[in-house]
């Protein structure tokens, strides 16, 4: 009963901890960003024209530097699981 119990308790802990639905954009190369609905090949090249000057610090930072993405397509973005410095969007 005990064996059963930390066993449930690891595995629970393994799932917590593993999110593999997120992308974070300081690190997605293009193919993991053109693979998220909504970015194609040119919005992929924007974010990482702008992540090779300078790595974003925020949502709103992306939304400062990045044409082409507004506060909808943003929260669109987030609820597929990308991430900046490992956060949603506020």
């Known amino acids: 009963m005990l064996r059963r119990s930390l066993l449930l308790l690891l595995l629970g802990c393994q799932l917590a901890m593993?999110?593999?639905?997120?992308?974070?954009?300081?690190?997605?190369n293009r193919a993991?960003?053109?693979s998220l609905p909504g970015i194609g090949?040119?919005?992929?090249?924007?974010?990482i024209e702008a992540r090779e000057k300078q790595a974003f610090s925020d949502w709103a930072d992306?939304?400062?530097?990045v044409q082409?993405?507004?506060r909808s397509s943003?929260?669109?973005?987030?609820?597929?699981?990308?991430?900046?410095?490992?956060?949603?969007?506020?």
């Open 41 to 47: 090949p040119a919005l992929a090249e924007r974010m």
């Open 18 to 28: 593993a999110d593999p639905a997120t992308l974070e954009l300081n690190q997605a």
């Open 68 to 70: 082409g993405i507004g």
């Open 74 to 90: 943003a929260r669109k973005l987030s609820d597929q699981g990308l991430r900046i410095n490992g956060q949603p969007i506020p």
């Open 32 to 34: 993991q960003l053109e």
């Open 62 to 65: 992306l939304l400062r530097r």
